[in-house]
């Protein structure tokens, strides 16, 4: 068995991998031709993720000119800790204030933006919030990913 297949993740591993990580970088296409490289919080959203973010920011820019991107997250320090997960995604940009509201209560409740506060003055935050946003779905075209922890010290 090679060695890229001894460390690649199966699908559940790469679901649970996405649970536990909070930051994805994420990389769209720059006019000039260069990629723009952007770090995000995200929530998981079947096999990809799910994001909201400002309208008018370069990334979604880019993404209304070309709707694909490519995601990172990654961990670890040392060698035998190095676990991540890379995919290519086609990228749906919501624009659906409701939808767009969704992904940022499941945003505000995973990253506990509001400090911990419920209610219908956190649901008013949320949706002028939303407002602003639109929302980014990113699912995986083709996925890469890695684990050295599964080489047990052996390289």
């Known amino acids: 068995?090679?060695?890229?297949?001894?460390i690649r993740m199966t699908p559940?591993?790469?679901?649970?991998?996405?649970?536990?990580?909070?930051?994805?970088?994420?990389?769209?296409m720059s006019p000039n031709g260069r990629p723009h490289l952007a770090p995000l919080f995200y929530v998981?959203?079947?096999?990809?993720?799910?994001t909201w973010t400002y309208g008018k920011s370069q990334k979604v820019a880019n993404l209304r000119r070309l709707p694909q991107a490519t995601v990172q997250i990654e961990s670890g320090?040392?060698?035998?800790?190095?676990?991540?997960?890379?995919?290519?995604?086609?990228?749906?940009?919501?624009?659906?204030?409701?939808r767009v509201f969704e992904i940022g209560s499941a945003m505000s409740?995973?990253?506990?933006?509001?400090?911990?506060a419920t209610g219908?003055?956190?649901d008013g935050f949320l949706r002028a919030q939303a407002a602003k946003r639109?929302?980014?779905?990113?699912?995986?075209?083709?996925?890469?990913?890695?684990?050295?922890?599964?080489?047990?010290?052996?390289?």
């Open 77 to 98: 320090h040392a060698y035998e800790e190095l676990r991540g997960v890379s995919f290519e995604a086609d990228v749906e940009i919501v624009t659906d204030t409701e």
């Open 120 to 122: 219908p003055e956190v």
């Open 134 to 155: 639109v929302g980014l779905v990113f699912t995986p075209t083709k996925i890469v990913s890695w684990d050295h922890a599964k080489l047990a010290g052996t390289y």
């Open 44 to 50: 998981p959203h079947g096999d990809g993720v799910a």
């Open 12 to 28: 559940d591993e790469v679901r649970a991998y996405l649970d536990e990580q909070r930051v994805i970088s994420v990389a769209t």
């Open 109 to 116: 409740a995973r990253y506990d933006l509001t400090g911990g």
């Open 1 to 6: 068995m090679s060695r890229r297949a001894q």
